[in-house]
């Protein structure tokens, strides 16, 4: 959590947290975030190590949106993540508009929650010819996908990757330029079937089969 | 910041914080970590837009070292992380060796800052024939790396990316088996220059050009 002398040396405009006297106090989980409007609110936040344990794929939406501020918190992150030699080869296109979500849920036969989202973060990467520059994307994309991911779970805001599989559709709707496609849906929403909570026993396989020490 | 009942309900042994009431209390940002030996030390935790705001390239480690359950908590993070269909296709070494560590900063010409690490992670991957399953493959490591770096942000830690050219060399360190190679190397340690802290103007593409609304 932080304290108030690092709130006051912070405060960038829409995306921290600001003290100014007159709104309501930080406390143990909760932060507060400034609207567009100059407003501010309390939203709900976790320690790192609660986010990244509540992470799961969610794709059963509540029909209340996302806080303009908490989304441009959720896209700030993305746009922090490290990339190779910081080249930043990506673009996030946020929709929020009903009808645009639900064309976009056409991009893939499994996608029709992005339809429901409160809110989907389109990831938009150059299309490169060679395997190595694909693939160094990929990863880069990958760690700007988690920092959207646990962002959003920090919010209390549940997310469920999405494929593209209909690229030509996908370019339409966003209105891609010709050099570039879209790699990847992320739909968030607020989960309809339970809140994000720390998860005791995640479906992967075992801590000491994945985890060597110091050799394979 | 978790509350008690949280606490009580959760306790995955050696990686969760366990209240049982001899143990020194929780506070803000600060945790309990039970260590290999069943004893209790507190860390310092970080709420996640702090981790976020605050993780950087780190390349230059004091020599403190890792606390074994802290850098079990950073590869628990890793195994959390999601990946394509739930296929895991990745297994994490690590390595705390001072000689090993300084042989595997052979691997690359700029990776010199393995050999003075805490420790690094290697992050070792199947070698698929085709494009899209590589592809897929540094995607999901993508979101796995990430984890990994903010895990271990929150937690004060530093880490920074070191890439693998030898693959040969790196292959008879780590004795990786023929059908894996090592993708990726994220040294950890504790900032020689100074600690982590949320940064306020971080060094990227600014945040309107990055971020469409609704179309590009």
Known sequence: ??????????????????????????RD????????????????????WDAIRSRRDV???TDQPIAPADLDR?????????????????DFVVCTERRRLQD?????????????????IALVVPDAADAYTRESIQFDLGQAAMSIML?????????????????????????????RFCALLIPLGYPADRPLHPIRRPN???????VHRERW
């Open 1 to 26: 959590m932080k304290n108030m002398q690092q709130l006051q040396s912070e405060g960038r405009s829409g995306l921290e947290d600001k003290h100014d006297g007159n709104v309501p106090r930080e």
């Open 29 to 48: 989980g909760v932060a507060r975030v400034r609207l567009p409007n100059g407003a501010h609110r309390l939203a709900v936040t976790m320690e790192t």
């Open 59 to 61: 794709r059963s939406y």
């Open 74 to 90: 959720i896209l700030e992150s993305a746009r922090r993540a490290p990339s190779s030699s910081n080249e930043q080869r990506w």
């Open 104 to 120: 976009l849920a056409k991009v893939w036969r499994h996608g029709g929650h992005v339809a429901t989202s409160a809110a989907t």
């Open 151 to 179: 962002a959003a779970a920090d919010l209390g805001i549940g997310s469920g990757h999405s494929v593209v599989e209909d690229q030509g559709r996908a370019r339409r709707i966003l209105g891609l330029p010709d050099d």
């Open 204 to 210: 992967r396989r075992p801590f000491d089969e994945v």
